[in-house]
């Protein structure tokens, strides 16, 4: 007769066993979504030949889903006996047979992750992984000839496998690399150098801007003759008339969605010296308040000739908050194709 | 039989002058939004124009002796002297007067003595990208969509040496390549990097970056073959151009994922980018997409063993000119975006 304490740890083996088959599966699964092929090379897959990966993800993803299902169908009266038993072993030689093949793939392909939970295991393989795998199916095998498992009763006795439950979830987070890259996740904030923000958010946030409609009066025309990014800012530059002199208006919008710090200068077209900006501006209004309705007027009748402001493309919100669509295709890369980009050069 | 496809598109981006007006435009207007004090300079691009950095000629041998090498590129013939510490590469290391009439060649000069040879190189050729087809020891090689596809023989007395580094010849693989020019097909005869382990459409995504982005980059520098550059151009295809302004070079088939975390730039940014080896630092414009380089995640060994992944892949003017063996395939760079 095995002590209560053995029996409890025993016991507990089979649900934790489970959630791990599933949620590597799970993971799995959710990288192949992602990724959209199953022969991906990440894990032991690396070690077969190309031709091979695929049925082998496939074979270790399906026998992951039925020895998880199959221990939770069992873990009662249900299969009880040899069948129970039979699920156990296969689930003790699944993990060793992992556990030899991520020695293997430590030894040859020291650079790659164990894939055991798809994207969350990049870091190569380690100590802490080789461990894992090898106490999992060390549990699997402790768990042939358990008795069908009841609920536990309220009290000390729940009391108990729930310490065992988190004894052993504690060692196996302290085993998983997986943890660290999931809580780094969880908090991650691309740096603003590496964030992509469409060229029509910046351009809808600038002519909201109070830099906008202070220099919108010498802004002569709806389309930017120039833009671009470097590192955080994005420069976008009109043309502009001071008096009979041909000038530009330089904008630098910090790239972030909303309210962004705006600079702006004035420049001579010709020689690109800066200017002053005039002092009396004159009081019309500029492109940037007649474009959001012309173009919300077109929104409102799309059957009119009238050809909308070529510049000005995606969703441009206008001053009551609609979206005004595009014309054509709106959507994708491609709608932004005719901007000014460097691709010109 | 491999087919080559000769219709790839064709731009003027790599037009100098236009270029050089955009890149110097739009520094100027920078500096216009955020150093008003220091615009109107008289080179606001800062840039090296191609003049300054005569370190690399480049051009067909016109005639060769043991003491002089003419080089002719366009109507222009060069004489540049040839010493005894001058030395040579034409599919193998050669003594400069084995270098033939008719060779495509880039010579290096001397860092002191100019119109004098330092390294001469002859119908060297470079292909990067990934394999098409294989038909034998041939394979049909794509490196983008601005380039025609590119044919690679290897021959047998290299063969050993390019499938250590390059196991898998199969189409779907990458490969990397250094060899000798014969026509429209690169005889390979170096490996220029290893082989990554993944078939390029199977790219592992680059790994997350926290906090800002460092003010330096450290990796490999590259070079590449001038398709539609002019001759002599100096810059740098930049492995991470804003996607809002796309990337032309693209391969076919779509938008790969990069490797390396680098902050969105646009053709025009300045670069200035550092020979780790030499200790030779220029300032480079960004001049295209390096759209083939951001798919090898591989480490430059010339000097010592540089971070993963490709930083810059520079033309083949400024290759040299910040003392870079193009038979090495790459040098470790430093790159400082933005100034």
Partial sequence: MLPPLVTDVQEVQIPLLSAMLLGGCAAKLTRVLRVG??????????????????????????????????????????GRGEPANAVRLATGLLFLIATCALIELRTSHPETGCGCFGDFSRSPVSGRTLT???????????????????????????????????????????????????????GYSEPCE?????????????????????????????????????????????????????????????????????????????????????????????????????????????????????????????????KVPPPGNGSGPGRAAHLPFSRDL | MLQV????????????????????????????????????????????????????????????????LVIGSGASDTRITLTAGATAWRGAPLEPAGVQPGDQAVVRLHRTQRGVADRIWANIGRVTGTIIERSGD?????????????????????AGRIQVRFPNLEPGYLIDVIGLRRGGTLEARIPATSQPAYPVDQLPPPAMLPGHVPATIS????????????????????????????????????????????????????????????????????????AVARLFNDRCVTCGTSPRGRVADLTLASFVALGGELERGCFNATITIGR
């Fill in chain 1, 37 to 78: 092929s199953m022969d991906a090379g990440l894990g032991p897959t690396a070690l077969f030949p190309m031709h091979l990966r695929r049925p082998v993800a496939i074979a270790m993803c399906a026998a992951e889903f039925i020895c998880g299902v199959m221990l939770l169908v069992t873990i009662g009266r249900f």
């Fill in chain 1, 132 to 186: 894992r795998s090898a106490l999992l199916s060390l549990a699997a095998l402790a768990t042939i000839g358990l008795p069908p498992v009841h609920l536990p009763r309220p009290g000390a006795e729940a009391g108990q496998l729930l310490g065992a439950a988190v004894l052993e979830l504690l060692v196996l987070a302290v085993l998983s690399p997986e943890l660290g890259e999931a809580l780094v996740r969880l």
């Fill in chain 1, 194 to 322: 590496l964030r992509r923000l469409p060229a029509v958010r910046t351009l809808t946030a600038l002519r909201r801007s109070s830099q906008w409609r202070r220099r919108a009066a010498v802004i002569t025309a709806d389309v930017p003759v120039d833009m671009w990014r470097e590192l955080c800012w994005r420069y976008v530059v009109f043309p502009a008339r001071v008096g009979e002199r041909e000038a530009e208006v330089v904008f630098a919008v910090y790239l972030r969605p909303h309210r962004p710090a705006i600079h702006t200068a004035l420049v001579d077209a010709a020689s690109g010296g800066v200017l002053a900006w005039p002092t009396a501006p004159a009081r019309r209004r500029g492109p940037g308040w007649a474009v959001p309705a012309r173009l919300a007027r077109a929104a409102a009748a799309p059957a009119r000739s009238r050809r909308p402001a070529a510049g000005l493309v995606g969703a441009v919100r206008t001053g009551a908050g609609r």
């Fill in chain 2, 5 to 68: 496809r000769r219709e790839h598109r064709c731009c003027d981006r790599f037009a100098a002058t236009k270029t050089t007006v955009r890149t110097s435009r739009r520094r100027l207007l920078k500096d216009a939004v955020f150093r008003p004090q220091n615009s109107g300079a008289d080179d606001p691009a800062g840039l090296p124009a191609p003049g300054d950095l005569p370190r690399a000629i480049t051009g067909t041998v016109l005639d060769i002796s043991p003491h002089v």
């Fill in chain 2, 138 to 158: 041939t394979l049909l090689v794509d490196e983008g969509t601005t380039k025609p596809r590119q044919v690679v023989t290897i021959p047998g007395r290299s």
């Fill in chain 2, 219 to 290: 990796g490999s520098a590259t070079w590449h073959e001038p398709s539609e550059e002019p001759p002599g151009l100096l810059g740098a295809l930049y492995p991470a151009l804003d996607p809002e302004a796309g990337c032309a070079e693209d391969p076919v088939g779509g938008v790969a994922p990069r490797f390396m975390r680098m902050p969105y730039l646009a053709i025009g940014s300045r670069l200035v980018v550092r020979n780790d080896c030499t200790a030779s630092t220029c300032t480079f414009p960004v001049t295209g997409c390096a």
